[in-house]
């Protein structure tokens, strides 16, 4: 089994690239290539792990389970909170990692790891107040007692896109409910997740309470683990035509599901909203992470009075984006995560503008090493332009005018998502009776970005079922046990 090293200044960093099963690093028969999709160079393999791997995973991780539900909430806290104090002091390296095997922008990355790391806070705050309830019943006879166990084995299924938060998102709140898990994460990004791993085992985390599958064959392994019946909750994040097809896979076991999917995210600009704020605003709700979000705009709707300024705006500022390799820190705009996601944009691009929207910038592949798309606006977008129905994930705004607020609602629910939306105004009452009809998880309100540890995450129709994030995210790795009794 081989070490990654970082390359310098991070030299003296490296990442175990063996399959983490019961608080050991394995080899595995096959192995991963994981690329810089900044240049295209390949970085390293990892262990790809098959079903006899997936089921040793399970077996580490039912093992471990009870020791783990049964250790005090204080002591589970603390070991979460030495995770976040050890993310936190390892920001720099754990950035550059994230930036090498996503393409992400050093600044993206940085942001990422400490938001991250803020799951393990939070949850260490949380992993203490898992209250119950007790009440008397309406006839007198008896107390109804409620009380939350820890749900049992879980396996966490996350994406490239956000390779540390997704996967933090899910075993701090897992582990703070006294849960083992098992988690799978993207084969583009392993290596954030291995070194997540090494980090929460350096913290504390027993053997056996978190263990890391990476493996190509995420179909086979997925199914493999929620045919054991000792497997109690899936987790997943990701698309919705892969959240759509474990849902049917958990279905046979009948385990809770967790589901983060895709969005399509509307971004609403009212006229009286104030020009230079909703302009911050749509860059960092469409440009974070180079648009490799779930919750990044895809659909610029904005009133006809501010659409000329409104657009103007947006070209000079993505016209001022910097396009290079993650690393650079001078970096504005990264490759995006493989060659099939810059077709997809491209796809997407060159069907809105047949259908007639105006290309006002970018729009063209570009000849160079790694996998780039460039900054890109279009206007006049038609309402049937796929890139309207289907999440771009890279950095193309598309926008249309509106001219009633009845019209933009519509418009912006006319989705089979319902993640996020955003709405900029300068009458909070309007924005609160907009936000109100939007049919979404999150609305940021004269806000860019709705993502935080503290706030429940999660989507309404096909963008998913459940939350992350707050108490509720907690509450997702719990059993809900009524106890009748009389005293
Ligand atoms: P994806 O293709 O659905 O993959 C996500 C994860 O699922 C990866 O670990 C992948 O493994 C695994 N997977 C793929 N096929 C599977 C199968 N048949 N059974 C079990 N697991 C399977 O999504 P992605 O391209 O990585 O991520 C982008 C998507 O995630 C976007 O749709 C985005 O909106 C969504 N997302 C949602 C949220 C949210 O909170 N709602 C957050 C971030 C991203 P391999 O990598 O090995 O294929």
Wanted: with cysteine; net charge negative.
């Amino acid at each position: 089994m081989t070490n990654f090293t970082l390359p310098p200044p991070f030299a003296a960093h490296s990442v175990a690239t063996g399959l983490f099963i019961g608080g050991q690093w394995r080899a595995a028969k096959n192995a991963i290539e994981v690329f810089n999709p900044s240049n295209g160079q390949l970085l390293t393999s990892v262990a790809d792990g098959d079903e006899s791997d997936a089921g040793a995973a399970v077996d580490a991780a039912a093992l471990a389970g009870p020791g783990w539900a049964a250790t005090a909430p204080r002591q589970r806290a603390e070991i979460l909170r030495k995770c976040h104090e050890l993310m936190v002091a390892q920001q720099d390296w754990l950035a550059a990692l994230i930036s090498l095997e996503n393409g992400k922008t050093l600044a993206d990355a940085k942001a990422e790891i400490l938001y991250a790391a803020e799951f393990f806070r939070w949850y260490s705050e949380e992993a203490v107040r898992v209250l119950g309830e007790v009440t008397l019943a309406p006839g007198g006879a008896n107390r109804i007692l409620v009380e939350y166990q820890p749900i049992g084995v879980s396996l966490l299924i996350t994406p490239w896109n956000f390779p540390a938060a997704m996967a933090t998102r899910k075993l701090a709140p897992a582990l703070a409910a006294g849960c083992s898990v098992i988690l799978k994460p993207a084969s583009e990004t392993p290596l954030t997740a291995l070194a997540i791993a090494q980090i929460m085992q350096d913290a504390g985390v027993p053997a056996g309470v978190v263990n890391v599958l990476t493996s190509h064959h995420a179909g086979v392994v997925a199914k493999k683990i929620l045919h054991d019946p000792r497997v109690r909750k899936l987790s997943f994040t990701g698309s919705t035509a892969v959240g759509r097809a474990l849902l049917h896979e958990a279905a046979d076991q009948v385990i809770s599901s967790s589901m983060e999917l895709g969005g399509n995210a509307p971004f609403i600009v009212c006229g009286d909203a104030d020009l230079n704020a909703a302009l911050d605003g749509a860059m960092l709700a469409k440009m974070r992470n180079g648009g490799e979000a779930c919750t990044s705009a895809n659909r610029f709707y904005v009133e006809r009075n501010l659409y000329k300024p409104f657009t103007d705006g947006m070209v000079a500022r993505m016209a001022a984006l910097k396009l290079g390799e993650g690393s650079d820190p001078a970096t504005t705009l990264g490759p995006m995560i493989n060659a099939k996601a810059v077709e997809k944009i491209t796809e997407l691009v060159e069907d809105a503008v047949a259908k007639g929207a105006k290309l006002l910038l970018g729009g063209t592949m570009l000849n160079r090493p790694g996998t780039y798309y460039p900054a890109t606006v279009i206007a006049d977008v038609p309402d049937n332009a796929r890139l309207l129905k289907e999440e771009i994930f890279g950095p193309v705004v598309a926008l249309q005018a509106f001219d009633s607020d009845a019209q933009v609602i519509a418009r912006a629910n006319d989705t089979e998502y319902g993640l996020t939306a955003y709405l900029f105004t300068g009458d909070l009452k309007r924005g609160l009776r907009i936000s109100e009809k939007l049919e979404v998880g999150m609305v940021g309100l004269n806000r860019g970005l709705v993502s935080d540890p503290a706030a429940p995450f999660g989507g309404v129709k096909q963008s998913g079922l459940g939350r992350e994030g707050s108490h509720h995210g907690l509450m997702e790795f719990t059993e809900c046990k009524y106890v009748a009794v009389s005293w």
